[in-house]
T-cell receptor, first 115, second 110 residues
Framework: GAGVSQTPSNKVTEKGKYVELRCDPI?????LYWYRQSLGQGPEFLIY????????DSGLPNDRFFAVRPEGSVSTLKIQRTERGDSAVYLC?????????????FGPGTRLTVT | GQNIDQPTEMTATEGAIVQINCTYQ??????LFWYQQHAGEAPTFLSY????GLEEKGRFSSFLSRSKGYSYLLLKELQMKDSASYLC???????????FGPGTRLSVLP
């Protein structure tokens, strides 16, 4: 079956602009996670959704970052007033449920470059 | 704070065995995961431990000691395709976030 997909695969934007990154999780997975990964580092947790609600958004670095999952499936990560330090690979992952230790399946990521 | 340590790089020979260590100090613990990540690709799940002891899965085994905050991933019969980064991640609580280590870049040489 289809895995986690993310669009776009690459995004180049200018400092100060607004961007949206999209994640399509595996069908039937209720838990969805966003991470960002800088070169040579492990993924850094941003936000976790269980269904439509953000169960844990403690990893969002500041109020320029926001994510939604209105129908409990597709999620969009939104970054306002982008800064060069936001440049990273943004990874999305989904799992069957969030309250039990099911493994996460990662998407291929969106590489964001802020110039 | 949350802290997960792994060696930055390791090198091993094809056919050999390698052990990648991970130590952690986190607030809350509900499982330790190992992921493999090839350059430019997404992480893929390898193994999971929530209780102390060894979990074996083919060529890969993972060990956990919760009292010591320690885990290792054991890779046997190394193949060239095992050259990748190996990420240790702690799940802090039910349904909550994962904390990833920096990863260990393993190079398998012929």
């Amino acid at each position: 079956g289809a895995g986690v997909s993310q669009t776009p695969s690459n995004k180049v934007t200018e400092k100060g602009k607004y961007v949206e990154l999209r994640c399509d999780p595996i069908s039937g997975h209720t838990a969805l996670y966003w991470y960002r990964q800088s070169l040579g580092q492990g993924p850094e947790f941003l936000i976790y959704f269980q269904g439509t609600g953000a169960a844990d958004d403690s990893g969002l670095p500041n109020d320029r970052f926001f994510a939604v999952r209105p129908e409990g499936s597709v999620s969009t990560l939104k970054i306002q007033r982008t800064e060069r330090g936001d440049s990273a690979v943004y990874l999305c992952a989904s799992s069957l449920r969030g309250d039990t230790p099911y493994e996460q399946y990662f998407g291929p990521g969106t590489r964001l470059t802020v110039t | 704070g949350q802290n997960i340590d792994q060696p930055t790089e390791m090198t091993a020979t094809e056919g050999a065995i390698v052990q990648i260590n991970c130590t952690y100090q986190t607030s809350g613990f509900n499982g330790l995961f190992w992921y493999q990540q090839h350059a430019g690709e997404a992480p893929t799940f390898l193994s999971y431990n929530v209780l102390d002891g060894l979990e074996e899965k083919g060529r890969f085994s993972s060990f956990l000691s919760r009292s010591k905050g320690y885990s290792y991933l054991l890779l046997k019969e190394l193949q060239m395709k095992d050259s990748a980064s190996y990420l240790c991640a702690v799940r802090r609580d039910y349904g909550q976030n994962f904390v990833f280590g920096p990863g260990t870049r393993l190079s398998v040489l012929p």
